[in-house]
């Protein structure tokens, strides 16, 4: 049985946005405002024009921070990837938007994950950095078609066993996705693993995904892979990694920090990521977190005076400017706050922050 990738999750959009390696300087208030009109002008990250003469040209964003351009590793210029020996058998590869990492055992490799931004180069390098040993596995992190839509390029590998969590094989089931192998062994909760005497310890988890998540955790090597968590020396990707749950994706750092790690491989960008990247990351979205807060208990009255301001002539208007309104104050505010600290702080602190209105609209 085959699953094949007809959706992409969202990140991949970040590969056009991320490519610009810039941000958007974003001209915000950041005092409460109400006044109807003011939404309208405010020029946000959503409204990225390339148009010269628009106050939101994309030549207006900031460049990425030296540091975070520093960490990135160089790419071959042959092949558009570059692979890295980063524990001792532990490979982890990327083209510069994209992460896969594999194992090699004494038993045969392990691969984590197949992106197909460079699913058809992967067989080649894993060759290449192991030249003869024999592929056995290959895990799937979750089941969006962005980190496991080209694991087809492996459907030729003789015995090969697909391993993933029982959710995340019957969301692929239901999917029906033709050219994604269907798992052939799944777990439920926790699984562990001993290839060639290399512990590995599969943790299904709730962060990101509509079903379920996997951390793949290696506590020999110290090295941890949990996708579409973090994303190291930026803030998170739109959405905060497209969680389909703010509540849930706020409990992640916890999650992560519980294991002795010390480099994690989120799946997005070229850099690994350390745990002072999680605690960046934890206190950007905790800072977002509570400045929505601080505003939500002002929502109902932006309601009331922006639906007097508009004559009472459209409800759905009313509350549409309300939370754009709050929206916008909280970008402001976190831009200033953090546009030295992590990179791209201003093409995204406008969706972090409507994210988390709507969250706590909800919630």
């Known amino acids: 049985m085959f699953i094949t990738p007809t959706r992409l999750a969202a990140w991949t959009i970040a590969a056009i946005v991320s490519g610009l390696a810039m941000s958007a300087a974003a001209q915000t208030e950041t005092t409460p405002d109400t006044n109807p009109a003011s939404a309208l002008k405010r020029h946000t990250a959503d409204t990225v024009s390339l148009d010269p003469k628009s106050p939101s040209y994309f030549g207006h964003f900031a460049p990425e921070l030296a540091k975070t351009v520093a960490r990135k590793p160089a790419l071959d210029p042959e092949t558009g990837l570059s692979v890295q020996e980063v524990k001792p058998g532990l490979f982890y590869v990327t083209d510069g938007i994209y992460q896969s990492a594999f194992l090699v055992t004494e038993d045969g490799i392990v691969v984590f994950d197949a992106p197909p931004s460079f699913a058809g180069r992967l067989p080649a390098a894993i060759a290449k950095a192991a030249p003869g040993d024999k592929i056995t596995t290959l895990i799937y992190s979750h089941d969006h078609a962005d980190h496991i839509g080209g694991a087809g390029v492996f459907a030729g590998v003789p015995g090969l066993e697909v391993i993933t969590s029982r959710s995340v094989a019957d969301s692929l089931a239901g999917d ?10 799944t777990f439920k909760g926790h699984l562990e693993l001993s290839p060639g005497g290399v512990e590995i310890r599969l943790d299904a988890a709730s962060y990101h995904s509509e079903d379920e998540d996997v951390i793949a955790y290696l506590p020999g090597l110290k090295f941890l ?14 959405n905060f990694g497209a969680t389909a749950d703010f509540g849930r994706y706020l409990g992640v750092f916890d999650t992560l920090l519980a294991y002795d790690f010390d480099l994690l491989l989120p799946g997005h960008i070229s850099i690994l990521g350390t745990r002072q990247d999680v605690l960046d990351n934890r206190d950007y979205t905790y800072d977002v977190r509570d400045t929505v807060r601080a505003k939500m208990e002002t929502m109902y009255r ?48 406008d969706s972090h922050c409507e994210t988390a209105i709507l969250h706590y609209i909800m919630h």
């Not at 639906?307 to 509350?319: E, G």
């Open 302 to 349: 932006r309601f009331g005076e922006i639906h007097a301001a508009t004559n009472h002539a459209n409800d759905n208007l009313t509350y549409r400017m309300a939370i754009e309104g709050m929206r916008n104050e909280c970008a402001g505010e976190i831009i200033d706050r953090w546009s030295e600290r992590l990179s791209v702080v201003d093409i995204y602190a």
């Open 225 to 238: 892979i949990a996708i579409d968590t973090i994303t190291p020396g930026e803030v998170p990707f739109m």
């Open 176 to 185: 029906g996705y033709p050219g994604v192998m269907a798992p052939t062994r």
